[in-house]
Nanobody, 129 residues
C-alpha cells in the first residue's frame, strides 16, 4: 500500500523560508514523477513544482526563482525549499506521486492533477505579518 506523507509546514513572516518534505512509501521511488501542489483559501488546487526520475524540474511562474524542488531517492523523499515567502504563498501544500514514470518531464502533463496516482493529506503553510 502506497502512502504519501508531507511535513514541514508552519506559520512564517514574509521573506522567511520553509522546507517541506514528502515521504512516499510502498513502491519503488526512483522511477517516480513527484510534484507539489497547493490550495489557497477559497481557490482551486494549483501546480507548484515537479521533479522527474532523472532530476529534471519545472516550476509554476509564480514560484520560479524562489522555490526549489529536489529529491533523495535513498530516503524516498522529495523536498520543496521555499525562500522569500509571500502572503500569497499561503495554502495547504500537497505532495503528489506518479510512481511509474520513467520518461522525462516532457512526456507527462505534470501540471495536471490527473497525472498523479497518489496524494498526501497536505501540510499548511501560512505567511503573514
Amino acid at each position: 500500500q502506497v502512502q504519501v506523507v508531507e511535513s514541514g509546514g508552519g506559520s512564517v513572516q514574509p521573506g522567511d523560508s520553509l522546507k517541506l518534505s514528502c515521504v512516499a512509501s510502498g513502491r519503488t521511488f526512483s522511477r517516480s514523477l513527484m510534484a507539489w501542489f497547493r490550495r489557497a483559501p477559497g481557490k482551486a488546487r494549483e501546480f507548484v513544482a515537479a521533479i522527474g526520475s532523472s532530476g529534471s524540474t519545472t516550476y509554476d511562474a509564480a514560484v520560479k526563482g524562489r522555490f526549489t524542488i529536489s529529491r533523495d531517492d535513498a530516503k524516498n523523499t522529495v523536498y520543496l525549499t521555499m525562500n522569500a515567502l509571500k502572503p500569497e504563498d499561503t495554502g495547504l501544500y500537497y505532495c503528489a506521486a506518479d510512481l511509474n514514470a520513467r520518461e522525462g518531464l516532457s512526456a507527462y502533463n505534470v501540471q495536471q492533477e490527473y497525472e498523479y496516482d497518489y496524494w498526501g493529506q497536505g501540510t499548511q503553510v501560512t505567511v503573514s505579518e
